[in-house]
């Protein structure tokens, strides 16, 4: 099937969706939003290519989104800028946020944020900074290339920020071996979030490689594709 290529202004950057040719994109239909990664300070939209026919697949319309990055901003109006985008985006209908790395990070602090986009559901992948404070203790460094106070990053931790007000199921898809400690974050995070009432599912694969988590769902047979498509059908919500 050719795919049409369509950018669409949200928020003055650029936002690729993607849908069928010859056809244009419905009025009203489920849509994943993806939110890449890139350590904060880097990375573009064309990292959710991989992604992008597993959730076309499934109906979705899909959308990779960018936003702006420190240090030329701060991290809160990355945040910002991933928050409206995503708001604007799921106006097409139910919406289901999809984030790498940092970008899973950005999107789980925009999820749980009291001005919140109307999210159906969360599928976050090797997600890294759930607790942003306990990873910049470890790592002075990036705290220094944030540019963040302590306050500030606890304002930016989803482990801070998750309420019983705002559930929304969620997956965590993370590495047993990455040496950014993803599946002890994701236990973490998970852990916060069921204490709030929350469906989260966690997975964990001790065999995979940080990139694996967008690369896998190439392969739709690949145990990471196989574990989103199975969040996807016990949560029909997320699409209705």
């Known amino acids: ?17 993607l849908f069928a040719a010859g056809t244009a994109p419905p009025l009203r ?21 991989p992604l992008s026919g597993f959730f076309r697949g499934r109906q979705f319309l899909f959308a990779s989104i960018d936003y702006p990055k420190p240090p030329t901003v701060p991290l809160m109006s990355s945040v910002e800028q991933v928050q409206r985008q995503i708001a604007n985006a799921v106006r097409s209908g139910p919406s289901v946020v999809v984030a790498h ?26 997600g890294v900074g759930y607790d942003l404070v306990g990873l910049l203790k470890a790592n002075p460094t990036l705290q220094q290339r944030l540019g963040l ?16 007000s705002m559930r929304r199921p969620a997956v965590l898809l993370a590495a047993g071996g990455d040496a950014r400690g993803t ?13 709030n009432g929350m469906d989260v599912t966690v997975k964990i694969f001790p065999g995979a490689a940080h990139n694996d988590f967008r690369t896998a769902f190439l392969d739709p047979n690949s145990p990471i594709a196989r574990a989103a498509a199975a969040f996807l059908a016990a949560h029909p919500g997320c699409s209705k």
């Open 101 to 126: 790395s940092a970008g899973a990070h950005l999107a789980a602090t925009a999820a749980f944020r009291p001005d919140a986009p109307p999210i159906r559901c969360l599928i976050l992948l090797d």
């Open 1 to 17: 099937m050719r795919i049409v290529r369509r950018c669409v202004a949200l928020i003055a950057l650029a936002t690729v969706m």
């Open 29 to 49: 239909a489920p849509i994943a939003v993806f939110v890449h990664g890139g350590g904060w300070v880097s990375g573009t939209p064309a990292m959710g290519d």
């Open 183 to 195: 599946a002890d974050q994701a236990r973490r995070f998970a852990w916060v979030l069921r204490g």
């Open 149 to 164: 106070t302590w306050r500030q990053a606890a304002a930016l931790s989803p482990t801070e920020l998750a309420t019983d």
